[in-house]
C-alpha cells in the first residue's frame, strides 16, 4: 500500500538534537557561573576554611602570606591551562582561562560589596560549598571549567566514563586533609564535609549523555 505523502517516517524525528548555546548565553553563562562560584569562595574564605582542588591550595596560600586569594588562584592554574589545551583544545581552554580569571577578579569584588564581619562556619562551609558546584554545574554547561582538577576530572569521565564529581571528591579531600597544617582543626574537618557536599552536587547533577544543549 503506498505511503501518503503526509506520512512521516518516525526516523527522522531527531528528539536527540537540542539548539547549540548562542554566544549571549555563553557569556551570560560563564558570568553567572563565575559570580555563584567567586561567592561560594567568599563564604569559605571569611569563615577561615578551604575546599578541595586548586582553589583550596589558593585559599591555603592566602592564609599563609598576604597576597590576595586571587592572585594564587591563576597562577596556580596556569600549568592545568597548557593540559586543558593539549586535551580539550582552544575552545576550552580560553573558556577556562576566562573563567580563572573573572573567579581571581571577583574574589576581591566581595569583601567590598558585603560588609560581613561575623559568619557562622558551618552555614559559611556548606552553602559556600553548595554555591560553587551550582556555579561549576553552570560553567561546564557552558563547555569551560575552573582549571585544576576540574580539568582532569572531566577529562576522566570523557574517556573512563567516570562521574567527575567523584573523581573530584578524591581529589578534593586530599587538599583538604593537607590544610591541617594551616587551618585549626575543627575547620578542616568542616571544610571536608563541605567539600563532599560540592562534590555530590557535581556527581548528582552532572552525568555524560543527560543534557541535550551544546
Do not use: C
Request: charged share 10%; no cysteine.
Amino acid at each position: 500500500m503506498p505511503k501518503s505523502p503526509l506520512a512521516v517516517e518516525p526516523r527522522t524525528l531527531n528528539t536527540d538534537v537540542a539548539p547549540r548555546h548562542s554566544a549571549v548565553e555563553d557569556v551570560l553563562g560563564i558570568l553567572t557561573g563565575t559570580l555563584l562560584a567567586s561567592f561560594g569562595l567568599f563564604l569559605l574564605k571569611a569563615s577561615a576554611a578551604v575546599t578541595g582542588g586548586t582553589a583550596g591550595l589558593a585559599l591555603l596560600l592566602s592564609y599563609a602570606a598576604p597576597v590576595p586569594f586571587g592572585v594564587f588562584f591563576f597562577a596556580i592554574n596556569v600549568p592545568f591551562f597548557a593540559l586543558a589545551l593539549w586535551k580539550k583544545g582552544w575552545n576550552f581552554t580560553l573558556r577556562t582561562v576566562i573563567a580563572v580569571a573573572l573567579v581571581s577578579a571577583f574574589s576581591s569584588l566581595h569583601p567590598y560589596a558585603l560588609g560581613i564581619e561575623h559568619l557562622n562556619p558551618v552555614y559559611g562551609v556548606l552553602f559556600g560549598n553548595l554555591v560553587i558546584g551550582v556555579g561549576l554545574i553552570v560553567l561546564f554547561r557552558h563547555k569551560a571549567s575552573l582549571g585544576g582538577f576540574n580539568i582532569l576530572a572531566l577529562l576522566l569521565q570523557e574517556r573512563l566514563g567516570w562521574r567527575a564529581g567523584y573523581v573530584q571528591m578524591v581529589f578534593d579531600v586530599t587538599v583538604v586533609v593537607a590544610a591541617i597544617t594551616v587551618v585549626a582543626p575543627l575547620n578542616v574537618a568542616l571544610s571536608a564535609a563541605g567539600a563532599i557536599v560540592l562534590n555530590l552536587v557535581l556527581a548528582l547533577n552532572h552525568r555524560p549523555g543527560r543534557y541535550l544543549g551544546t
